[in-house]
């Protein structure tokens, strides 16, 4: 798949409040439980759907820069200042070092990883306009608000680049010259950038304003529809939710680390084993879906070349021989 084109996806074309809930249940559960069989089968469902929209190269590229470094850093921090534990390791100038607080460490950096793998996909499925569709007659102004914000990132990103290929094509690349002029292209180009980010700003406020946004009884097109599809997604994941709920009220997905651990749904019962299950479902659902559509289109497309390759006197008959 070309790292640049964007793949289809089935999730991403059911509505928007499908695809916020969903987000938004997957990613506050993973945010809010520290239980860590949760958070595994969290992080492998953001992953594979993290790898089947951006590709798995771009995948891997921004989580070993970024994000790996971000989570060794919250894994050391919270055993060396925080001293809560009784299974004692070894002494820091900080302090004794336990077991109790490495593994929540470890369990915090995750959060952290996980959070941000399913923030980087419901980038990539909810759209501007969808986020708009849904919270515009609401919340019209904080809505404009936030949707800029979630595309300033990816449009910061590439106007930046046009900038420096401007500036390169001239000869005032950070590339060219000493640390000086360096510096000095450099903070020429950061000026341009925040110049160009204030004035799109200002424009696509000016722009909304004058297509009557946000206005009483103003009427706008959509192409999102809450067809049978959506519903049966809703159902089934509403099932399965409620699946996971009746887990959190009979404390299988319990998870304490102070002073000593405790994790909640073992040994493993019939009980645990279904929330546990329905959970994995639950995350790897756009997965699912997107594997099953793919698996469909590919048995349609095979049939219709077969249809074609057929001679003409049997397309009349229905592929039987006359």
């Given at each position: 798949?070309?790292?640049?084109?964007?793949?289809?996806d089935?999730?991403?074309?059911?509505?928007?409040a499908?695809?916020?809930?969903?987000?938004?249940?997957?990613?506050l559960?993973?945010?809010?439980?520290?239980?860590?069989?949760?958070?595994?089968i969290?992080?492998?469902?953001?992953?594979?759907?993290a790898?089947?929209l951006?590709?798995?190269?771009?995948?891997?590229?921004?989580?070993?820069l970024?994000?790996?470094?971000a989570?060794?850093v919250?894994?050391?921090?919270n055993?060396?200042?925080?001293?809560?534990?009784?299974?004692f390791?070894f002494?820091?100038?900080?302090?004794?070092?336990?077991l109790?607080?490495?593994?929540?460490?470890v369990?915090l950096?995750?959060?952290?990883?996980?959070?941000?793998?399913?923030?980087s996909?419901?980038n990539?499925?909810?759209?501007?306009?969808?986020?708009?569709?849904?919270?515009?007659r609401v919340?019209?102004?904080?809505s404009l608000?936030?949707s800029?914000?979630f595309r300033?990132?990816p449009?910061?990103?590439?106007?930046?680049?046009?900038?420096r290929?401007?500036?390169?094509?001239l000869?005032?690349?950070?590339?060219?010259g000493?640390?000086?002029?360096?510096?000095?292209?450099?903070?020429?180009?950061?000026?341009?950038?925040?110049?160009?980010?204030l004035?799109?700003a200002?424009?696509?406020?000016?722009?909304?304003?004058?297509r009557?946004?946000?206005?009483?009884?103003?009427?706008?097109?959509?192409?999102?529809?809450?067809?049978?599809?959506?519903?049966?997604?809703?159902?089934?994941?509403?099932?399965?939710?409620?699946?996971?709920?009746i887990?959190?009220?009979?404390g299988i997905?319990?998870?304490q680390?102070?002073?000593?651990?405790?994790?909640?749904?073992?040994p493993?019962r019939i009980q645990?084993?279904?929330v546990?299950?329905a959970?994995?479902?639950?995350?790897?659902?756009?997965?699912?879906?997107?594997?099953?559509?793919?698996?469909?289109?590919r048995?349609l497309?095979?049939?219709?070349?077969?249809?074609?390759?057929?001679?003409?006197?049997?397309?009349?008959?229905?592929?039987?021989?006359?």
């Open positions: 798949m070309n790292q640049n084109q964007k793949r289809a089935a999730f991403s074309q059911c509505h928007p499908v695809n916020f809930f969903y987000f938004m249940a997957v990613i559960i993973s945010m809010f439980t520290s239980h860590p069989v949760l958070l595994g969290s992080f492998l469902g953001a992953l594979c759907y790898i089947r951006r590709g798995w190269r771009q995948v891997i590229k921004f989580n070993l970024f994000t790996l470094p989570m060794v919250v894994a050391f921090i055993p060396t200042f925080n001293h809560y534990g009784v299974t390791l002494y820091l100038k900080t302090g004794p070092v336990t109790e607080a490495i593994v929540y460490g369990v950096a995750s959060m952290l990883f996980i959070a941000i793998l399913w923030f996909c419901y990539e499925v909810m759209t501007t306009d969808k986020f708009v569709y849904l919270f515009g919340i019209p102004a904080l608000v936030f800029m914000v300033f990132v449009h910061f990103g590439a106007q930046l680049n046009v900038i290929s401007g500036q390169k094509a000869g005032r690349d950070m590339s060219n000493n640390l000086l002029r360096k510096i000095k292209y450099g903070i020429t180009i950061l000026s341009i950038l925040i110049t160009w980010a004035e799109n200002i424009e696509t406020s000016d722009s909304m304003r004058a009557g946004y946000g206005l009483k009884g103003r009427t706008a097109f959509s192409i999102f529809h809450f067809d049978r599809r959506d519903v049966k997604v809703s159902v089934f994941l509403a099932g399965l939710m409620s699946i996971c709920i887990g959190f009220r009979q997905l319990f998870a680390y102070n002073p000593v651990i405790k994790i909640g749904g073992f493993l645990s084993v279904s546990y299950l959970w994995g479902i639950i995350c790897l659902f756009p997965v699912l879906m997107g594997v099953l559509e793919d698996l469909s289109f048995r497309e095979k049939k219709a070349n077969m249809e074609r390759s057929l001679p003409w006197y049997m397309k009349q008959t229905g592929g039987q021989l006359p």
